[in-house]
């Protein structure tokens, strides 16, 4: 079968990124999780202090930035002028910056440049917000995978835990809720399905069966074809 370009986009913590880590491996296909590229960018603009409102200073930030993915066993890699951020990007104030400046046209553009250039061969599998919408609208497979707010911010929530943190649930949900309204209202790819997507609710699922289910939607696929 032809290696194809397979998009899983849905909110935050909807499960989209391990189970696209999860059937990457299981195909021997790469992964590109797209949403780490948008919070380096996030984290840039957070070290440097701009308006991500300004279009000069946004211009001038995106100019000499370099964001560089590299692809581990254990996922990507995202590397921001040479150095390794894959942690420094999952801060919880990292999250809304990221979705804020997601919305910014220059940023966006350079962005989805090179997640196109990245996934251009085939055999990748995307997730983000708009994979399947504006960055592969030709995609061979589209998932769009959802799951209540509540749901996905205890998700959040025990991923913090675990990597140390100590969050509080009301703020994690909070957050998640804000970042829910940014990403499905802003004017530019806003979070939506595509027509021809698959939609699953991942809340009754654990991420071995969700990945089961992908992949098996991937086989239909591939008998159809």
Known sequence: MKRIIIAI???????????????ARKLGYVYLDTGAMYRACALAAKRARIDITDPLAL???????????????????????????SSAIREPDISLLASAISAQ???REKMVELQREM??????????????TVVFPDAGLKFFLVAPPEVRARRRYLEL???????LYAEVLQEMIARDEADSSRELAPLVPAEDAIHIDTKDYGIEELTELLHRHFLKRAEGQ
Request: charged residues 25%; glycine residues 16%; positive net charge.
């Open 59 to 85: 211009a001038a930030l995106m100019s000499r930035i370099k964001i560089r993915i590299s692809f581990a066993e254990e996922g990507n890699i995202i590397e921001l002028n040479g150095e390794d951020v």
């Open 161 to 167: 835990l675990q990597k140390g943190l100590k969050p």
């Open 105 to 107: 046209r220059l940023v």
């Open 9 to 23: 986009d849905g909110p935050a913590a909807s499960g989209k990124s391990t189970a696209a880590k999860l059937l």
């Open 119 to 132: 996934g251009r061969h085939g055999g990748v599998v995307l997730d983000g917000r708009d994979i399947g």
